[in-house]
């Protein structure tokens, strides 16, 4: 176990991986983002929804989150801070107040800035819409990845490379995004997909240890995957929900 494989062997096995997925044998298990108010795909709305809480989805339960950020816009009095503008002009206390009030941030200090922060950068650069990011730039992976790289203070967690990627997956599921180089968004390395990972054979259990590890699973398995219709966040949640299960199904 851990040992780079073959390539050849590696995709037999990543195609067995799918083939799993695709008939709801890894679980049947909805990923955390289901949990959401089910608005109009192409509405400002949609777009925030699924954008504000994932700047605050690291070290905590992805499931949990989205549940509390479901309740937080099913309230009409919190449901407030999905609006960009009312959160400029809203008092620091009162966005914190609505945040803690269903958990979307355990953080009381710091999340809330993080918030308030995407807010300004929606309100003050992409003139009050989120979607505006991805016209201006050209629904292009690439250019909306290098955007936020630019103006990275702009985008606090949000521009990291773990959350970017995953984000723009998200999108991808749950609004009517359609970016014209998908095959840019990459693997998003979390803990299960890492794992997945090393018992694919993509990476050793050494790589998997190091701090560069999501640069190299990245490039890993977009070498992997460049000469195939595959493409590599379309292996994200196969294995997410294969490492969740603790790899009971084989694909040897």
Request: hydrophobic share 35%.
């Amino acid at each position: 176990m851990g040992d780079i494989m073959d390539n050849n062997d590696i995709l037999r096995k990543v195609n067995r991986l799918l083939d799993a997925y695709q008939k709801g044998l890894l679980g049947g298990e909805k990923m955390p983002e289901h949990e959401n108010p089910h608005l109009e795909l192409s509405s400002k709305e949609n777009y925030m929804y699924f954008t504000l809480p994932m700047a605050l989805n690291y070290q905590r339960n992805s499931y949990v989150l989205w549940k509390c950020a479901n309740k937080m816009y099913g309230d009409e009095e919190t449901k407030v801070v999905f609006d960009s503008k009312a959160v400029c002009e809203m008092s620091e206390d009162m966005l914190q107040a609505y945040l803690v009030k269903y958990k979307v941030a355990l953080q009381p200090n710091k999340q809330p800035i993080i918030w308030r922060t995407l807010c300004e950068t929606i309100e003050n650069k992409l003139n009050g819409d989120i979607r505006n990011l991805f016209s201006m730039n050209d629904y292009s992976v690439e250019k909306v990845k290098n955007y936020i790289q630019t103006n990275k203070k702009d985008f606090p967690y949000l521009g990291g490379n773990k959350i970017c990627n995953y984000w723009l997956y998200v999108l991808e599921q749950y609004t009517d995004i359609k970016f014209i180089d998908r095959e840019n968004i990459t693997v998003a390395p979390d803990t299960h997909v890492i794992q997945a990972s090393v018992r694919l054979g993509i990476i050793t259990d050494e790589e998997a240890k190091q701090s560069n590890v999501q640069i190299v699973l990245a490039e890993r398995w977009k070498n992997l995957l460049a000469d195939t219709e595959i493409k590599p966040i379309d292996v994200h949640t196969p294995m997410w929900l294969w490492s969740r299960v603790k790899f009971k199904i084989e694909v040897e």
